[in-house]
């Protein structure tokens, strides 16, 4: 086994300095601000106190941090992205986002760095890194099941010098945004291919003639304005030729490169929800009296916040290996561990705040408290990327090649 080290340079501790510095003063005090603005006008306009924010993190240089090995970013490893990832992963949705490391920004971005030609590009990555879109990315359909992507029906056909794309989408996060102009459409260009061979990927403008919102979906009650999940249907969309991404039939191929950053990015972002979460109850019980003595006296509970610290270090340890390859050896010698990462990250963070819940009481289970949005968006992290049967079987046919190679 090649060794592992999670040293960080310099300039990587001094991010992490920087940006919980950031964080204390600017993310943490406006929480209240961000959901009250939310609140009071139209939920599906974007926050004053994000637009106010974002120039503060680019002038104090923390900004668009996730992007490795390129021009754009700031030229970090994933193992020394994991902890800032975390930092803001704390406050989700509101944090990531005042540094433009949101999802699914950050992985629609690594696509037109890495598959964009330079046109696409200059029209639409360059105004995603300066944060002034946003954007999205359609490939989940409600009439199949999405988990295996070949099920897909939505259709891109070529018709001279354009494409015309027919198809309904949903889930598609991001797509409330009026800030969001572009998504990444997945399709079928050439059904009769081989299996990972029919699907491309084409950037569709969310303006364009054909593109209809139909409405947007809730997730346990939360309709995560104004960001939202949209349900969206694609009726005679014509883009032109130019708008295909690297080429037809390549859409997999673009797939496997953008999913495996952005699946470590949730899990690396969900260990600071369980960090905060943990922090919570630890804070909780010591203030809170039942039977004669502080919650943080009884046996359960210090069992309860001991066992949470222990799944923290044992799914931040598996997120780093699975950094620590993706840097060395690429992302699809580390698929097996972000396979894993992916599974074992959501669970550990949904207990962990099951318990921090079950400490806070019935105030848990309210909006005084970040517990029960984070639960609710934790638990749609088993889905996204992939549902968790789709990873374990991943991990154990990996475990079977080894077992067979050893025979």
């Known amino acids: 086994m090649r060794a592992m ?12 300095r920087r940006l919980s510095a950031f964080m204390d003063e600017h993310i943490y005090p406006n929480e209240a601000t961000f959901h009250r603005q939310i609140n009071d006008g139209d939920r599906w306009q974007p926050t004053a106190i994000v637009e106010e ?12 941090l996730f992007l490795p090995e390129s021009e754009y970013g ?3 490893t994933n193992v020394e992205y994991a902890p800032l990832c975390e930092i803001m992963g704390r406050v989700p949705g509101f944090g990531p986002e005042v540094f433009n490391c949101s999802a699914p920004d950050t992985g629609n971005m690594e696509v037109l760095v890495r598959y964009g030609t330079a046109a696409q590009r200059q029209r639409w990555l ?5 944060g002034r879109m946003r954007s999205c990315f359609a490939m989940t359909e409600p009439d199949v099941a999405s988990s295996d992507a070949t099920n897909i029906k939505s259709r891109i056909e070529r018709a001279g010098d354009e494409y015309v794309i027919n198809g309904h989408k949903w889930w598609i996060s991001g797509a409330g945004d009026p800030r969001c102009k572009i998504a990444i459409f997945m399709g079928k260009s050439n059904p009769g291919a081989a ?15 054909g593109v209809t919102i139909r409405r947007m979906l809730p997730v346990f009650g939360y309709d995560d304005a104004p960001h939202g ?20 039939g390549r859409g997999f191929e673009i797939a496997q490169g953008r999913l495996g950053p952005g699946r470590i990015h949730h899990c690396m972002r969900l260990i ?9 109850m630890c804070r909780r019980v010591q203030k809170r009296v039942a039977f004669g003595k502080t919650l943080a006296e009884q046996g359960t509970i210090r069992a309860d916040i001991a066992e949470s610290r222990m799944e923290i270090e044992q799914a931040r340890l598996l997120t780093m290996k699975a950094a620590h390859l993706m840097d060395t050896v690429g992302n699809k010698a580390a698929r097996g561990e972000l396979a894993m990462v992916k599974v074992v990250v959501p669970r550990m963070t949904l207990r962990v705040l099951d318990r921090a819940i079950q400490a806070h009481g019935a105030a848990g289970v309210c909006d005084d408290f970040p517990l029960a949005a984070g639960w609710a968006h934790t ?3 088993r889905l996204a990327d992939g549902p968790d049967e789709v990873h374990r079987e991943a991990i154990a046919k990996l475990e079977l090649e080894k077992g067979r190679s050893r025979e």
Not at 53 to 63: E, H, M, Q, S, T
Not at 126 to 130: D, F, Q, S, T
């Open 229 to 248: 999940h949209a349900e969206i249907t694609f009726e005679g969309v014509r883009v032109p030729a130019s708008n295909m991404l690297l080429g037809e």
């Open 379 to 381: 638990r749609t992290i």
């Open 5 to 16: 080290r999670f040293e960080h340079s310099d300039k990587a501790i001094d991010l992490q």
């Open 126 to 130: 360059e105004p995603l890194l300066a």
């Open 272 to 280: 600071g929800v369980a960090e905060r979460a943990l922090e919570a």
């Open 195 to 209: 299996r990972h061979q029919q699907q491309s990927m084409i950037l569709v403008p969310m303006d364009a003639p």
């Open 74 to 76: 700031a030229g970090l």
């Open 53 to 64: 924010l974002k120039p503060r993190a680019r002038a104090a240089g923390l900004w668009n």
